[in-house]
Each structure stands twice: as C-alpha cells, then as structure tokens.
C-alpha cells in the first residue's frame, strides 16, 4: 500500500516538475515568447481554451478582441500560436501561391478529417475540392436555382398561413428550415421536408447544435478526443455520446437509399420514362462516389461518404441562414434602408406577381450591397481559422517565425477592422456604392480567401438573393418583439443565438 503511494506521489511529482519546467521554457524561451498576450495561454491552451469557450460559453473570440484593442495587431493566444488582426496580414496568408495549410491540431477535432473542409494534406484537399466543384460551381448555381426559388415559394405560402392566423413567424426556425431544405436537395437529391414541418422543425439543426454546445472541449482537449476516437465505436458511443454520430447513421440510411434508386433497373424506364433525366439527382453524391471524378480520387466508403455529406450539410446551412437572420433583422431596424430596398425591388417588379428570378435581382446595385454588408456585418463563422507557418518559415513585421507556428485570424475582426471600414459597428449597405468601394471585396473575410474559400459561396449569394427579394417584395415585414438582446450571439464555430431571436409580422402586399 505504502509502495502504491509513494510510486504515485513520485509520478505526481514528475509531472509537476515538467509541467512547471515545460511553462517557465514557454514563458521565457519559447520563439513566441516575445508576443505578448495571457500569461495562462502562453503556458496552457487547454485550459485557457476550455476557460473562455465552455466555461465562459464561446466568449473566446470577443476576449481576443479586447486583447487586441489592448495589446496590438499580434497577440499569443497558445503555446504555439498567435492570433493576428491585420486586413493585410491577412491577404498575406490567403495570397495565390501561399504554402500556408489548416491546422491539424484544431481541423482534425471540428470536423471529419478527409473531408472538403476537414483535409488538412494540400493535395489531398486539391482532389477533394475538384470532385466536388462542379456540384457548386457558378454554372451549377444557375443551373439549380429555379429549385432555389421553388423552396422560396413555398416558404411564402407558409409565411402566408401565419399571416392568415395573425401569428408572428420565428424567422430563425423558417429561415433555417429554407436552408436545410436547399442544401439537403442537393446533397441527397431531395429536402428534408423542413419548410412544410408546421414549426418548420430540424432534426439536423437540432442534432447539430447540440453537438456544437459540447464541441469547445473538443478543441481544447485535442488528446481526450483522439482516445475517445480511438476507441470501437460502441464503446465511444457509450463512453462519450456524441449527437452528430446518431445522425451520421442516418445519412447513411439516407444514402443507402438514394444509391438503390438511383442504380435499381428502372421500373421508370419500363413506364417509358428515362431514369437519368427522371430522378432526382444528387450531384454531390455522383461525384463522390465515382473514381472518375478526378484523378486520383479514389471512391469513399459508407462511413466517408456519410462524412462528407454532414460536413456540406453543416457549411450550407447555420452560415447562410445566420446571414440572413441577422441581415434582416437590421434592414427592419433601419427603417431608411427598408423603404430603399423596397423601392428598388418596387421599381424592377413593378407588379407583385412578377417572375423575380435570381438572374434578374443580382443585378440590382442596392440590394447587392445589402447583402454585401449583411456578409460583412453578420460574419456567420466568427472564430478563429487556423493555419501553420510553412516549411521556410513566414516572417511577421521583421520577425522570422519557425514553421509549424500557428496563426489565427478571426472573420468578425477582420470584417469590422478600423483601417479598412469606416463606423464598422454600423450596419451601412451604402459603403459598397461609394466611388472608391471596388478595394472592399478584397478584405471581406466572411468566406475566408485562396485555395480554402468556401465552395458554397455562389449557392450562399443564390439563396440570399431569392429569399430577401421575394420577401421583401412580396411582403410587409415588421419586427415582432425583438430587441438587441434577443440577437445577440456566441461563437460556437458559428454565430450562435443566445437569445429567443427574430420574429416577424408578416403581410402580403396587394398591389
Ligand atoms: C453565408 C454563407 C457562408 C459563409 C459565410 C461561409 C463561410 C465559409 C468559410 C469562412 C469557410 C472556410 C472555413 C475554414 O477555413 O475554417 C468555408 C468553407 C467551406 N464552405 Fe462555406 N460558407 C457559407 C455557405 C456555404 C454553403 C451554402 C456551402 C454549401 C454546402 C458551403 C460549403 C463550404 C465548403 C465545402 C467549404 C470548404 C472549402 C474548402 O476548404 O475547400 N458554404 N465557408
């Protein structure tokens, strides 16, 4: 017994003695000792982490920005990594030909590895992004959006049975149904049924979020989350329920299914009809599963398959809802930019019945910059996107630092930095009509830039354009018991809403 105890007082002991060892090296001799930032960063990530997103629930982002304000453009927010705010900095990193990659340390614990946003291996990522391309390019989004513009209809007839019963619409709950419903109609080949859901009701939004409530301990305790990885997977499910692993159960289900219909021999083509033109495809799954999609794409397994397929459901859906959450709830608080919106939309459909196409609103200038400052303002993935210093080394104003550094940079900072956006606090759509606005684009990090820019980026403009327009011209929208606080958000990998969030008053115009 006495041995037992003294062997772990000496084990105990070892450990205290490295652990201060290893803090007063990282403090005092590590390459990164020169930034300044919270001394428990520099010595601890784990906890400092752990500390600002669980316990203090997803606040890190918001004490970054206070550390910055204090601290200056470069701060130590780990060990072994800084977090940079600098617009310049930033095209630095994200510049053609930059050699910097994702960080394993924290990709590998958010999302699937392997998959297009969690491959952190360049030319893996290369291969992956090439499959899936054509399912999101340009091209494609023209191609599909009739269908984006169906689920538009069809959610203003919902909207039209609230209006009917006098009831507020949760535009949280129905924007994230549209979303759903898009993206899941590309990815399986058919929506979830979210929109047509009478409280418009999300299993995956629910299973997702609840996921995410859990995710910071991911991050912060990367080797906590290998073990647990490690382990067969009935004894994880057991040991650490994860919410997101029901559903990756369900996706394969789902494409199981699709997968059989897709390959049975036709009974549509003894009716006469063709399959290929009849069913509806899923493009994304097409891709993935044929090895000619690009060269050296070899085809996925069941479980890699399920994978990808969450990780494009979860891209498509919080960003580009949370976008709009947010954006319309500020065009209906500044009543001048409402009536401006209205009378555009107004003067180029004249009549409510008007066919309001995608291809027709996106040329209209002022709700362009809408949606640009909607994207810029709202930042739906606020947090930090980290990269590693490449091979040679990356020098940062006059100081070399070591490869494998790890540098930050944050879309909500860079989105509302003073050196390149006048009142960034305000909500403006004005500034993106100014004589000199062309330079803007460039410094817009909502979808971050280079060779890991979202792939959705033309499907997010599709959807925001058509839902905005035809609810903005079909519609008077007021707000309905919504303040500031019920806006307001924490970073949980996306922009999420503490508060009960925006409702609205709906009624059809009758012009
Ligand atoms: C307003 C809407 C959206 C915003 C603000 C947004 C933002 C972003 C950002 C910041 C990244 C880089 C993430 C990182 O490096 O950590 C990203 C990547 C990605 N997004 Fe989006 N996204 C939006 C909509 C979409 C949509 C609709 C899809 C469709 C499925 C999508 C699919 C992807 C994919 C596949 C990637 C990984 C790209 C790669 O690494 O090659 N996103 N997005």
Aim: aromatic share 12%; charged share 25%.
């Amino acid at each position: 017994m006495k041995t037992a105890l003294r062997l772990t007082i000496t084990l105990l002991g070892t450990y205290l003695f490295f652990w201060i060892l290893r803090a007063a090296y990282r403090l005092f001799f590590h390459p990164l000792s020169r930034y300044p930032g919270p001394l428990l960063a520099a010595i601890s990530k784990p906890w400092y982490e752990w500390y600002w997103n669980f316990y203090q629930k997803g606040q890190l982002v918001f004490e970054i920005e206070r550390l910055h304000e204090r601290l200056g453009p470069v701060i130590r927010i780990a060990p072994n990594e800084l977090h940079i705010n600098d617009p310049d900095m930033f095209l630095e990193i994200t510049k053609v030909g930059s050699q910097f990659t994702k960080d394993p340390g924290f990709y590998d614990y958010i999302t699937f590895p392997g998959t297009s946003i969690g491959e952190t291996d360049p030319i893996r990522h290369r291969i992956r992004r090439q499959v899936l391309t054509p399912a999101f390019s340009p091209l494609r989004v023209q191609e599909i959006a009739p269908m984006v513009r169906a689920k538009v209809d069809r959610l203003l007839e919902r909207f039209d049975e609230f209006a009917a019963r006098s009831e507020p619409v949760n535009m949280f709950r129905a924007t994230k149904a549209f979303t759903m419903d898009v993206v899941s109609t590309i990815v399986f080949g058919k929506g979830l049924g979210c929109i047509d859901d009478p409280e418009f009701r999300n299993q995956f939004i629910e299973y997702l979020h609840s996921t995410f409530e859990m995710g910071w301990t991911a991050t912060a305790f990367p080797n906590l989350t290998a073990f647990s990885l490690s382990l067969p997977e009935w004894v994880s499910e057991k040991l650490f329920p994860i919410p997101i692993m029901e559903f990756k159960k369900k996706c394969i289900g789902l494409m199981d299914n699709y997968l059989q219909d897709r390959d049975a021999p036709t009974l549509h083509a003894q009716n006469g009809a063709n399959k290929k033109t009849d069913f509806d495809r899923s493009i994304a799954i097409d891709l993935l599963v044929d090895p000619e999609s690009a060269k050296d794409h070899s085809t996925l397994d069941a479980s890699q398959l399920a994978e990808e397929v969450i990780m494009l459901l979860s891209a498509g859906n919080d960003t580009t809802s949370d976008a709009m959450i947010s954006g319309t709830y500020q065009i209906l608080k500044h009543s001048e930019i409402h009536e401006k919106l209205a009378q555009e939309l107004q003067q180029a459909f004249p009549s409510v019945h008007d066919d309001i196409t995608y291809e027709r609103i996106k040329k209209l200038p002022y709700l362009t910059a809408v949606i640009k400052e909607i994207l810029r303002y709202s930042s739906p993935l606020p947090g930090k996107a980290p990269r590693i210093v490449p091979q040679d080394g990356w020098t940062l104003y006059g100081h070399k630092l070591p490869p494998k550094t790890v540098i930050n940079t944050s879309a909500y900072l860079l989105n509302k930095h003073q050196r390149v956006w006048s009142e960034p606090s305000k909500f403006i759509p004005e500034r993106w009509l100014e004589g000199d606005s062309a330079h803007l684009d460039k410094y817009m990090a909502s979808f971050y830039r280079g060779t890991r820019q979202c792939l959705g980026k033309d499907l997010a403009f599709c959807e925001m354009y058509t839902l905005l327009a035809n609810l903005f011209r079909k519609f008077h929208v007021e707000i309905h018991n919504t303040t500031d606080d019920d806006m307001k958000w924490i970073d949980l990998l996306f922009t999420y809403f503490v508060g009960r969030n925006l409702h609205v008053a709906l009624r059809r115009r009758v012009e």
